[in-house]
Every structure is written in structure tokens, then in C-alpha cells.
């Protein structure tokens, strides 16, 4: 067993602040930097073509900044040989040079979307001006999300992408290289840059402001939830269907959404005015009907409005509050020092189940975990859907409960703690359910599904509930269950690789954390960001002082401040282009997942 770390050791200062008003350029301090060049698009062109025929390893000569007039390039790192990961470059500009309206980046969300709307536009400029594929940037969902591919201030707007320098074997192609810097990369840049100019398409700056707008008005929706107590809302007409089980594009054809008359609220946002819809209230919402007719499709909107999305999407005014969290069982999965006792008690082997920890955990007792996780996280609303929870966990009809005696039996099911979770805790659930009615009992509101159409079916639901009474338990949820306080981990990540795969792996030194469960995350650039942000709380924040709620508070902060590039620039890497802003919650639940975790 590895010695417990240290818990004087770093603190999150040392994670961030010391580091600030260091140059991007800069780098890792104590690493050798290669010499900046500097000079115009000419004389780059003109040394590519000199460089023809030479070493692959004299692309690094032309490390610096080269001015096109319009905006200045940076190559900022160069692959070591033609198969390593290509090299790393950016743009710079001015909004004043681009003609982009003042109006649409006076506030924090507005540049937000307006950089994630120009991270869409180079790609395509690059299919239009450099189809080859030698020019690349990350690639985009339909969620308007902070991304490192591009920033945006008042006075500056920055492009963050790759290209794959060419060779033969292992020697350059200069002549090939020159025209990709004399003519694909400047084009698309430009492409991407020139908002307002004479070539410049009118519909370019409509569609960057409906981009805008569309942002600005799926937070204002969510702000409507928090003033209005409510914790989801989906707009009518919004078009939840998906165009296949692995698309994200919206379903032609598909049956828009309609809200029940006795449910229908009505918001007003700052560009589509008033927005009439489906408002969840606290409590517990069951979705019931028949399979296919769109139970889960309704709970996959809700799950991802906590996102904006893009114009067109057809989910654009689904909104959830934003730490809102879909929990499911995932058998298999680590567990580190969690109070399982509301659920979970005299387990077998003797093991303490206010402190449960397992190497290989079982559906039920994952999900059983993922609760009490979402909850020591501070979610408003969990999303469960029945389809991918353990039975076990979420009911326990009476038939059964005759057959096995309560000592026998160490689950206590949800449905005998979800009301008290709700209106004892403050924690609401919207569950899918379609093979049970049990419960029905602890329904606060009750809508069925019927061919994608929605229904409130509450007082049905307690008419048959009258008539067929069971016995119900509604046990109190435990107030005073201990905070877990994350300790350093003793050196066993900190120099090692840090890496993701995808959405649902990452990698920290000799440890992979599987994230296929936490299903919130939407972009594998979240997951290499995640990646990150643990290795930061892992090497320099657990002090077995703070909570992991105040951790994560911790790191927000500098998120704010700093930007994404705070978490990988105390590391080896200078200017992250594939890192996408994830949730403060999905966060924390990466860092439960993680084998190496240590509590104080």
C-alpha cells in the first residue's frame, strides 16, 4: 500500500497564482525554449521553400510569429517527426479588424458564443480552403461550450488549431508547406476573420448573432428556473427526437413537443420574447407509458439543457438547472470512502457502509454511490432512467419484500427515500419509469409519454393508486452525513502521462478512470480538460482540509480567472487547443471514479 499523502504539502495557490502573468509563450519555467523568429507571411513562405529536401527537424526554425497584415501567426510548437501529433499554431486579430459589432462581446456569455461560433466557422473554411486534411481544429457537438480553440476579449480574438507539416519519409516538403502557409491556412483564416467586409456575406453576421442570441437566451431560461423555483423547462415546439441512437442531429419529421395545458408556464427571454412550455417543479416527476414512445427521449433533452445549444438544434429552449445529474449504475466501477447507508446496509462481508469503498463495485451499489456523490456535490435534480439503473436499487415490490425479510435484505430501494430526498434535502428527481407503479405513491407529478406526445397524468395516477394501496415506506434521508476531504496523491500523478480518450476514458500516470457513466459530458475535449483538472487537485490541492465541494469551488475560481489554460500551464504543454469547459460536477465525478483516491 502506498503511504497516505502528505497533507501540508502545495496548496492550490501554488496550482494557479504563481503561474499568472506568465506568458503562454513561456511555457514549462525551467524547460528549454526554443528561440521566437518573427517576421512577415513573405519570409516565412520564402524559408519553407529554402527548407526543401532538409532534416523534418528543422521545422523548428520556424517557431515564432508572422505578420499577414490581417492577423499575425504563431507557431508555437513543431511535431518532432512527420507521425508525432501535428503542430500546434494560432491566429491573432482584433475585433476592430475582423468588423465585429462591439455589441456582441460586451459581456463574458456574449464572447463566450462568439468564439464558439468562429471555432464552427474555421472548420469550415478549412473544408472549403484546405480540404487535405494537413490543417485541423477541434471538432464541435451541438453545445455552445468555453473552449481553448479560441478566446475572445474586447481587443483581441485568438484561433487555436494544428496542421501536419509535410514530409517525405522523414524529409520536409518545403515547396508543399509553402503553399499551405502562402495559401490554405492564411484563406481559411481570413475566411473565418473577416465578419464584416466588402467579401464578407451578410448572412455570416446573422447567423454569428442568432449564435449569440440563441446562448444568451438558454441562460437566461436557466436563470427563469432559478426565480421561478423550477428545475427544468422544454419549450413547445422543441424538437427532442434525435436523428438515430449515435446522432446528435434532430430527427426530420419528428413530433414537436407540446406541453400539458395544467403544466404550461411561460418564461420571457431577451430575444425570442415569450416562450410558452413544460415547467418541472420540485419534487419527484415520474415520465411513465409504453416503450418507444418517447420516456427517454424527453429525459435525454432535459439531461442536456444543461447546455445551450446551437441554432437549429431543435433543443435550443430545454433547459435543466446546471448541475443537474444523470445517474445510472455501472457495474465495475472504483468507489472511495462513500456513506452508502442511505441505501445500503449490513453488507455481508462486514463492511462499513458509511465509508464504502470498492475496487469493483455492482450495479447496485454504483448507483447506490452515484447518488450519495451527486448529492455531497450539491445537484439540485437527478435524472434516472430505468432502462440503465439497477432494479434492485430504484424498487422492491411487496411480493418480494414478503419473500425476503428487511434483515435479509441490505438494499433499501429508492422509492423508500426519494420523497425525503426531495423534500427533506432539496433534491428533486425526474425518473423514467415504465415496468413499475410503485412509485406512483411518492409522485408529486406523474406525465406519460403517448407517440412522443406528453400528458399529465397525475390525478390518473392517484385514482389508481387509491385503488390498488400499498404499503409504503417514506424513510428520512441522513442530514448529518460526513464531508470526504481528498488528500494529494503522493506523487503517483504528478510528472506522469495525462491523457484522454473520447468521452468516457482518461488516463493519470498508470491509472485509467472510466467515465462511460457520467453521461453529462458531451465533447471529448471535456474529458482531456477533466483529465487535467485532476491531475491539478491530485498533485496540488487535497490538503485534507477542504472538502471536495470546496475543492471544486477551488478550481472554478481559476477557471474564471484564468481561463482553461490555468490547468495545463503549469505542465509541459503551451497553447491547449482541444480543451472544452466542463461542469464543476462532472468534475468531482471523475475524481470519485478515480482508483487512486485518498481521503483524509
Known amino acids: ?145 468555453e473552449r481553448s480553440a479560441c478566446t475572445v476579449t474586447q481587443d483581441r480574438v485568438e484561433l487555436r488549431f494544428q496542421v501536419q507539416l509535410p514530409a517525405r519519409n522523414r524529409s520536409i516538403l518545403g515547396h508543399t508547406a509553402a503553399t499551405i502557409f502562402d495559401k490554405d491556412v492564411p484563406d481559411a483564416i481570413v475566411d473565418t476573420f473577416e465578419v464584416v467586409s466588402p467579401d464578407a456575406e451578410e448572412s455570416y453576421l446573422e447567423a454569428l448573432r442568432a449564435h449569440v442570441h440563441a446562448y444568451e437566451d438558454h441562460k437566461a431560461l436557466q436563470a427563469a428556473l432559478e426565480e421561478n423555483g423550477w428545475v427544468a423547462f422544454v419549450a413547445d415546439g422543441a424538437v427532442l427526437a434525435r436523428s ?61 439543457g444543461v447546455y445551450a445549444h446551437v441554432p437549429g438544434d431543435g433543443r435550443e429552449l430545454v433547459a435543466a438547472l446546471p448541475e443537474a445529474v444523470k445517474v445510472r449504475a455501472a457495474d465495475g466501477r472504483a468507489v472511495t470512502g462513500v456513506d452508502v447507508s442511505p441505501f445500503i446496509t449490513h453488507l455481508p462481508d462486514g463492511s462499513d457502509a458509511t465509508a464504502f469503498s470498492s475496487e469493483n463495485a455492482s450495479g447496485s451499489t454504483s448507483q447506490a454511490a452515484a447518488i450519495v456523490e451527486a448529492v455531497e456535490l450539491q445537484t439540485p435534480l437527478l435524472l434516472i432512467d430505468e432502462d440503465t439503473s439497477a432494479t434492485n436499487l430504484l424498487i422492491r415490490d411487496a411480493r418480494m419484500r414478503m419473500l425476503v425479510e428487511a434483515d435479509k435484505e441490505p438494499i433499501t430501494p429508492l422509492v423508500d427515500r426519494i420523497a425525503s430526498l426531495a423534500h427533506g434535502k432539496g433534491v428533486s428527481t425526474i425518473i423514467v419509469m415504465g415496468g413499475s407503479g410503485d412509485l406512483l405513491d411518492v409522485a408529486d407529478r406523474v406525465l406519460m409519454l403517448d407517440t412522443y406526445r406528453c400528458f399529465d397524468v397525475t390525478e390518473r395516477a392517484r385514482r389508481v393508486v387509491a385503488e390498488q394501496p400499498r404499503e409504503i415506506l417514506e424513510l428520512p434521508w441522513p442530514l448529518d452525513q460526513a464531508p470526504r476531504r481528498p488528500l494529494r496523491d503522493a506523487g503517483q500523478v504528478e510528472g506522469h502521462k495525462t491523457k484522454a480518450s473520447g468521452l468516457d476514458k482518461l488516463f493519470l500516470g498508470d491509472q485509467t478512470v472510466d467515465l462511460s457513466d457520467v453521461e453529462q459530458i458531451v465533447e471529448p475535449g471535456q474529458t482531456e480538460t477533466i483529465a487535467w483538472a485532476l491531475r491539478g487537485l491530485l498533485d496540488y490541492v487535497g490538503d485534507g482540509r477542504s472538502n471536495l465541494p470546496q475543492l471544486l469551488d477551488q478550481l472554478e475560481e481559476i477557471l474564471d480567472r484564468d481561463g482553461l489554460d490555468a490547468l495545463t500551464r503549469y505542465g509541459l504543454r503551451q497553447y491547449p487547443a482541444f480543451l472544452v469547459r466542463p461542469r464543476r460536477i462532472d468534475i468531482g465525478a471523475a475524481l470519485n471514479r478515480y482508483r487512486g483516491l485518498y481521503l483524509a
Open 1 to 145: 500500500m502506498i503511504p497516505k499523502p502528505d497533507p501540508t504539502h502545495h496548496r492550490f495557490t501554488n496550482y494557479s497564482s504563481n503561474n499568472r502573468g506568465v506568458s503562454s509563450h513561456a511555457g514549462h519555467a525551467g524547460k528549454d525554449i526554443p528561440y521566437r523568429r518573427s517576421g512577415t507571411d513573405e519570409e516565412l513562405v520564402d524559408a519553407l521553400d529554402q527548407l526543401d529536401g532538409r532534416n523534418y527537424s528543422s521545422y523548428k526554425s520556424l517557431i515564432g510569429d508572422w505578420n499577414y497584415l490581417d492577423f499575425e501567426l504563431g507557431i508555437d510548437r513543431v511535431q518532432a517527426d512527420p507521425f508525432a501529433p501535428p503542430s500546434a499554431l494560432h491566429a491573432v486579430t482584433t475585433p476592430k479588424k475582423m468588423g465585429l459589432p462591439l455589441d456582441l462581446i460586451a459581456t463574458p456569455d456574449q464572447r463566450v458564443a462568439v468564439a464558439d461560433f468562429l471555432v464552427r466557422a474555421f472548420r469550415r473554411s478549412i473544408e472549403r480552403y484546405a480540404p487535405g486534411g494537413a490543417v485541423r481544429i477541434a471538432r464541435t457537438g451541438p453545445e455552445i461550450l
Open 244 to 304: 438515430s441512437g449515435v446522432s446528435q442531429k434532430p430527427l426530420e419529421g419528428a413530433v414537436p413537443f407540446e406541453s400539458p395545458d395544467s403544466l404550461r408556464r411561460e418564461v420571457t427571454l431577451p430575444h425570442r420574447g415569450v416562450v410558452r412550455g413544460l415547467a418541472v417543479e420540485p419534487g419527484v416527476t415520474v415520465i411513465v407509458g409504453g416503450g418507444y414512445h418517447g420516456k427517454s427521449t424527453l429525459l435525454g433533452a432535459i439531461q442536456r
